[in-house]
């Protein structure tokens, strides 16, 4: 079954410091990998795109890693500011149809704190 | 930000009652989707659409129907609400075509309470 599942379900972090998401899947066959920051109320907004031979990209203080051998990948964020508190969500694109299906996750809930 | 704009953003309405929710973007995108959102939880896709006069159902199981006749607007529609439709719908759009991995742009949602 073609899952997403993402860690810490919620995070809470002191502003300035630095966290890292985590998010493992099981897509098969793996086309690209997506994270997304999704504030309470709003529509998901993109952050990096990852097709199988990148292994990171970076958005300003977003980085986001693929390791498409483990099935892994991790955003990081740096010098956290309020603004990031969201949900931040993993998605998993498969190439077996036109469609290009995703796959999401639940999310990772993040919380900074002045 | 995306231009695609979902209207209204807001709705509670009684059960029974029929509702549209409305979905346009003005990105010239052949590809929309709608899905369904709770709490805490994933996006599920409920329906989908490649262009003018083409909808298809999406993985999850919905009583709503959608429409597409022009190629900027993809509304959906509920004939009879009931409280398990409360839920936050997010209307989506994205290029098509082969090669680079596409982006979806989403809009900001519709909250739906049924009560």
């Known amino acids: 079954k073609n899952q997403v599942e993402q860690s810490p379900q919620s995070l809470i972090i002191l502003e300035g410091k630095n966290c890292t998401l985590q998010c493992n899947y099981t897509v098969s066959p793996f086309s690209n990998l997506r994270w997304y920051k999704q504030d309470t109320g709003r529509g998901p907004v993109s952050l990096t795109i990852?097709?199988?031979?990148?292994n990171t990209k970076s958005n300003g203080r977003y980085t986001a890693t693929l390791d498409a051998d483990t099935k892994q990948s991790s955003l990081h964020i740096t010098a956290s500011q309020l603004s990031d508190s969201a949900s931040y969500i993993c998605v998993v694109s498969d190439r077996g149809s036109t469609l290009g299906r995703l796959y999401f996750g639940r999310g990772t809930q993040l919380t900074v704190w002045p | 930000e995306a231009d695609i704009y979902q209207t209204p953003r807001y709705l509670v309405i009684g059960t029974g009652k029929k509702i549209t929710l409305e979905c346009s973007q003005t990105m010239g995108h052949d590809k929309m989707y709608w899905y369904q959102q709770d709490p805490g939880m994933e996006l599920h896709l409920i329906h989908y659409?490649?262009?003018?006069?083409?909808?298809e159902k999406g993985d999850l199981s919905s009583e709503s129907t959608v429409s597409r006749i022009r190629t900027e607007h993809f509304p959906l529609t509920l004939e009879s609400a009931r409280p398990s439709h409360t839920s936050q719908y997010l209307c989506a759009s994205s290029e098509s075509g082969s090669g680079s991995p596409y982006e979806q742009y989403f809009g900001p949602g519709t909250r739906l309470t049924v009560t």
């Open positions: 990852m097709t199988f031979s990148e």
């Open positions: 659409s490649y262009g003018v006069n083409s909808t």
